[in-house]
């Protein structure tokens, strides 16, 4: 975590290679912070993104006694995605539902690209979420809309599904005030993500005997499970869009960020990264068609139609579902590489590795 009053400390890969007067690469390859005596990261033990203290740092580097950093706990103290979900002790991808509140989400504050939240902020949340006011509506008018904004669905119903994980899309209705249409999206999708962690943490399990532990009944686990399907597939491409993003960073065409992968109409996946400095405002992966330039940095996706989007700034870069970074970055640099026309197209599930 980032000590209160410690946030203009935080220094990245980045900053410590620079400060060592070594490469990005460099570092990389003989990752000196893992020596014996090298001052530890204060970020989260599995964070993507390491984080250390430039004072503390700087000292071990001048051959001078590292300072010691504050260990008492405090309201200001700023945590990132993994340790706010532990002083909740949910999951992190728990964590990335709850951080949607309006309690929390206007508090949220990136640092170095990675976002934190106020240790005070998560007690505060914590506290609330066992506040019967906060379960949200007890029912909704017939033929109504929904009555919870979006990014408070996942919140909602995961808190329901924690009370009861037989919960119904009619529980559902009456208890979060969701429509019909919305209540049957968000309960396989979050019952799907559940299964996909507990495959993650134990996986001897099948994903029937997964579901089956989790206590969800017979009757949904079909649609619980092509969700956990779906969830896991994003889960492992993500791990290869990551890389292409921290490649783009390295060269100076993006700042650093976390890949998210969305799921689009028929369980497409699709994401974006944003860009700077060149042409293009981002690049978007779709598993259908591959890497492809974007004409809005807002909204880089865009709206699903079913066919491949078109137009004089997109540019598709590669044949291949998942080119290798050196070769996406060779193709965006040179204007007359790519295509305005997939040249392949995958039916949505086929994500390759390599």
Partial sequence: MIRAGRRKYAQTSDDLAKAMGISIGTFRNKQPYTAKDFPPTISSEDARVKLWDSQQTAAHLAGRPVPALPDEDDDQDLLDRNEAAAELGVTPKTWDAYKTHPQISQHLTKIKGVEHCPRGIVKAFRTAKGDSAEAGPKGRPKGSGDMVPRDEISARVGALLDEDPAATIATVQERVGLSYAAAARALPRLRGERIADLLQEAPHLTSEDAAARLGYPTAVQRTALASAAT??????????????????????????????????????????????????????????????????RRHPIGKETGTPPEGDDIRYLSEEQQPEPADLLAALADRRRGSRHPKTIRPAGTVLHG
């Fill in 231 to 296: 969830e896991l597939r994003a889960r492992r491409v993500q791990l290869y869009l990551q890389r292409v993003a921290d490649v783009l960073v390295g060269a100076g065409l993006a700042a650093q960020q976390d890949v998210q992968v969305h799921r689009l109409e028929g369980e497409v996946l699709a994401a974006a990264v944003l860009l700077s400095g060149t042409g293009s405002p981002a690049l978007v992966w779709d598993e259908r068609y591959g890497w492809r330039t974007a004409v809005s």
